[in-house]
């Protein structure tokens, strides 16, 4: 743990009010947001090089010039982007400040290979007279090419679509672009804007269908989207994904479509909804019904965890976990878009992921600080889903979810306002949602906890006389 976590870990106790958890020592804020304000510029430069804004890339450039190589998550830089666009004025702007000409991308093209590949005369001259190479053509993907399907072979799990009944579809939700892939998305060589408004942000809807007669929730790719490379991908990701779950509190996968446009993902359909809208019909739970969620979630996520191949799920929210019937009995977690399949060598080992990866007001610190990071994070996660059970609302309900992220990486936590809770789950709660990672508990510590915890409760208690 570096200076700044061990600053901010010093005061994270009993949760108090959002000053509270604060480090006694004053906070290094110069330096956090030195580092906020790094990963705001450099999504801000790649955007304004993709919409041709020279002067806004100047004016970046002139308050930092490091910024000019900077790289997304493909590598690409500012003048990957500016070359594929044909963004001359932007391009010599970059080269004016030092842009590295031949940087190469995680496929190992230049600006100059990506200007050749979309034969952007202007741009190819430019970039060869400042001494541009052509690296990388050779299987470049800026070429259309149809996508296979995420396992090479036909598998028992392949769904026809024509088994798949939308006559009385309702839709559930859409699919949105989480922060990285759309970084990725307005980066990408296969990038286009939606062809109509509604579908801005989505690539993708959830639809409640029929499968041979039984109710599913299919998540589906709009059709224009269906060959772009970075959509396919995650598409492929969740679908290996899923196939390896079996647990009654991890939803169920039950097949996908995978060789037909649109692709299509299949689950089980569960009539309960989410728990964001149930929080939000109810307010806060009772400890009994809180307990029971809590292990609910707690099993499915400890299945996860098992070492040595784990998975993180890394958007751990209410919206993600869902109840199986309207009787509220059963929860089990879902939506796994943003997971990583790790191989575990040692039990605390990091790991360098994508920063401020998932949903902020649930976000652990060191994902919102870009630190290295493990399953924990899911931990952190489940105690800002706790307290919203216990206490009826988000955390830090009154703060945007950028601002809450941020609190929390400064080390402040939520205020306990409701009484109707028992010291045991408030403390677990804490200690859930720890500065310092290693002293969050495991999954299977927290079953421990709450199993033994719901033993000790009178199963006649009327939990309301401790209600304000």
Not at 32 to 47: D, G, N, P
Request: neutral net charge.
């Amino acid at each position: 743990m570096n200076n700044d976590e061990a600053n901010a870990a010093a005061g994270d106790g009993s949760g108090g009010s959002s000053g509270e958890g604060a480090s006694s020592s004053p906070p290094r804020v110069s330096e956090k947001r030195k580092e906020k304000a790094r990963v705001s510029r450099t999504s801000l430069i790649l955007w304004h090089a993709h919409q041709n804004d020279v002067s806004a890339v100047r004016k970046l450039l002139e308050e930092d010039r490091s910024l000019v190589n900077a790289l997304d998550y493909d590598r690409r830089t500012p003048l990957h982007v500016a070359a594929l666009q044909d963004r001359i004025d932007v391009a010599k702007c970059l080269l004016e400040y030092g842009a590295d000409v031949n940087a190469q991308d995680r496929w190992n093209n230049t600006p100059l290979a990506d200007a050749e590949g979309a034969k952007k005369e202007a741009m190819i001259h430019l970039l060869k007279s400042n001494g541009g190479l052509s690296f990388g053509q050779d299987g470049s993907h800026f070429e259309a090419k149809s996508v296979p399907p995420p396992l090479p072979n036909k598998c028992d799990w392949e769904i026809d679509p024509s088994e798949l009944d939308f006559t009385t579809a309702a839709l559930i939700g859409k699919m949105l672009w989480s922060r990285e892939q759309m970084l990725a998305m307005i980066t990408s060589k296969d990038y286009q804007r939606p062809s109509t408004t509604e579908d801005e942000g989505s690539f993708g809807e959830i639809i409640k269908a029929y499968w041979r007669g039984t109710p599913v929730a299919v998540k589906r790719i709009l059709p224009s989207l269906s060959d772009d490379r970075l959509v396919v991908q995650d598409f492929r990701h969740e679908v290996h994904l899923l196939v390896k779950l079996r647990h009654p509190n991890i939803v169920q996968f039950l097949g996908a479509v995978t060789d037909r446009k649109p692709l299509m993902l299949i689950t089980e359909f569960l009539r309960g909804g989410d728990l964001h809208q149930f929080l939000e019909d109810k307010g806060p739970l009772g400890p009994s019904l809180a307990i029971n969620f809590a292990l609910d979630m707690a099993r499915g996520m400890a299945y996860l965890h098992n070492e040595p191949n784990v998975i993180i799920h890394r958007d751990l929210k209410p919206r993600n976990v869902l109840l199986v019937n309207s009787n509220a009995d059963h929860l089990k977690v879902g939506d796994f878009g943003l997971s990583k399949l790790i191989r575990v060598e040692h039990s605390h080992d990091v790991y360098k992921m994508t920063g401020e990866t998932g949903s902020y007001r649930y976000m652990a610190p060191e994902v919102f600080k870009h630190r290295k990071y493990d399953k924990k994070v899911d931990v952190f996660s489940f105690a800002m889903i706790l307290y919203e059970m216990l206490e009826g609302v988000p955390p830090f309900s009154a703060h945007k979810p950028y601002e809450a992220a941020k609190l929390v990486a400064e080390g402040k936590r939520p205020l306990f306002h409701n009484k109707g809770y028992i010291q045991e789950l408030r403390d677990l709660t804490v200690q859930c949602w720890a500065m310092d990672m290693n002293k969050r508990p495991t999954f299977l510590e927290i079953l421990r906890r709450l199993e033994k915890l719901k033993e000790s409760l009178p199963s006649d208690h009327h939990w309301n006389i401790f209600a304000q």
